[in-house]
Every structure is written in structure tokens, then in C-alpha cells.
């Protein structure tokens, strides 16, 4: 009779070896969701919502390639366009922040802007514009877009909004 106690205590403390482990498995595999923007099973999405006034993002800082999804949303009526830049090296996002808002100030005078091009290269562009393109969405494919330093600039005319930024890794 005590064999088969003890065979019952070992059995059990068994069982419960296993669902401790499996737990701790289950709880340790599957995607990391801190580079998700609400918690959600989708890690590398990026939210970008455009206002009659200004647009946001919602995002990681970092995502490994292939693992981004930019969507981009617009509330309201005022058409935007939404453009992916890679910055070139050495161009800090503070630099570039600078320019876009000397360009902000050319296009309140109606001067001719100088563009970004010593600055940074479009990778991407999400246009909303008209009634109906109201969602976008970008799922690049992996080495689509060049690793380095990403930030998105809104463009509702005729302003200028710079959002991120976004380091693409490999």
C-alpha cells in the first residue's frame, strides 16, 4: 500500500512538472510584442492617423526588415500624403527636422522649396487623397527598404510634419 502512494506523490509531482514547463514554454514562444502598437499579435506596425491638424504616429522605434507594416489613416477631409524616407548617413533626424522647417517657411512665402534629396531618399509613399482613400496600407517584403534611420513626413498642403523615427534593422 505505501508503493503506491508514493507512486501516486511521484506521479503527481510529475504532472504538474510538465504543466509548469509547458506553461513556461507557452509564455516564452511565439512573436515579441513590444514593437506592437496596441499589444496586439501584429510586431513591426506602425499607425499613422492624419487630423484636419496634424498627423501621429503610433509605432516601435525599431522593427527588424520584413517584419514592418505601415497603415496609414485619414480622419477628416483634407487629402495627405504620407512618404517613408531612409535618412542618408550622417544626416541626424534633428538636422532634418531643421530643414523641412525652413522648407515650411518657403512655401508660406510661395518661395520655390529645395526638396530633401542631400537629406534623405523616398523609400515609399502612401497618397490619401479624394473621398474614398481614407486607409493605406505598406507591407514591404523583406529587403525592400534599405536598413538605417526611417521617418515619415505628413504632408497636408502646405504643411510639413516629420513623425518617427524608425530604425530598420536587418
Known sequence: MRIHTILRVRLAWLIGLVAVSVAVVA?????????????????????????????????????????????AVREGNSDVSIELLRLGPGVEVDDFAAHLEDEQIRLERGSATLGYAQFATLEATLPLEGPSAVQRILKPQPGDLEPGTHVFLCIRSPALELLGPLELTR
Do not use: A, Q
Open 27 to 71: 509564455g516564452c514562444s511565439g512573436d515579441d510584442e513590444e514593437g506592437s502598437v496596441d499589444g496586439s499579435s501584429t510586431p513591426g506596425l506602425v499607425l499613422i492617423t492624419s487630423r484636419e491638424d496634424s498627423c501621429e504616429y503610433e509605432g516601435p522605434s525599431s522593427v527588424e526588415d520584413g517584419r514592418l507594416t505601415v497603415e
